[in-house]
């Protein structure tokens, strides 16, 4: 992130993206619930609103997603410091395994650990979300008449917002 995007971040926000930025308490109370394991229609429940509506959060509020997202990279890197502990003691028996002469074991658990990440890359702040949106509307709309390059966050912002009010 940039140190641009790091003094955005604490800013406050404009008041026509509040909304979209900021998360209510009806929002957090849902968060902590499907972060839990709840489903949507228990988060719902719980945080006093319609089952629809959650799901609206989670397909696309930014900072709902933001803060979801924030969630599943804390749980995984959580995963990754327990595997990255795993694979030292692992590194240390294949020491010992290779100067004793018995490779297999030690073999088969780099192996199953291989070398891939855990985690695919997620945008963990709500205006990365909107200009996501902006850009698969871009893609959308680029074939089409509508195309004059003119889609601005301003129309990915709206496209939210239809979404979530959508019935």
């Known amino acids: 992130m940039t140190a641009s995007r790091a003094t955005k971040r604490h800013q406050t926000p404009p008041a026509n993206l509040r ?5 209510a308490p009806a929002q957090l109370i849902a968060l902590d619930l499907l972060d839990s394991g709840a489903t949507h229609a228990e988060a719902a429940k719980a945080c006093g609103k319609d089952r629809v509506t959650v799901t609206r ?31 030292r003691a692992a590194v240390a028996t294949v020491g010992k ?3 004793d002469g018995d490779v297999r074991a030690a073999v088969d658990w780099l192996r199953l650990v291989g070398l891939a990440p855990l985690l695919p890359a997620l945008p963990t702040e709500p205006e990365d979300i909107i200009e996501r949106e ?3 509307l871009v893609s959308m709309y680029a074939a089409s008449v509508f195309d004059d ?3 601005t966050t301003e129309d990915a912002v ?5 979404r979530l009010r959508r019935r």
């Open 19 to 23: 909304d979209l930025v900021e998360l």
């Open 57 to 87: 959060w989670v397909s696309h509020h930014p900072a709902f997603i933001a803060e979801l997202n924030r969630r599943k990279i804390e749980r995984v890197r959580e995963h990754e410091r327990a595997v990255a502990e795993l694979t």
């Open 97 to 99: 395994a290779v100067a």
């Open 134 to 136: 902006r850009e698969g």
């Open 158 to 162: 709206a496209e939210i917002r239809h």
């Open 149 to 151: 390059g003119s889609l």
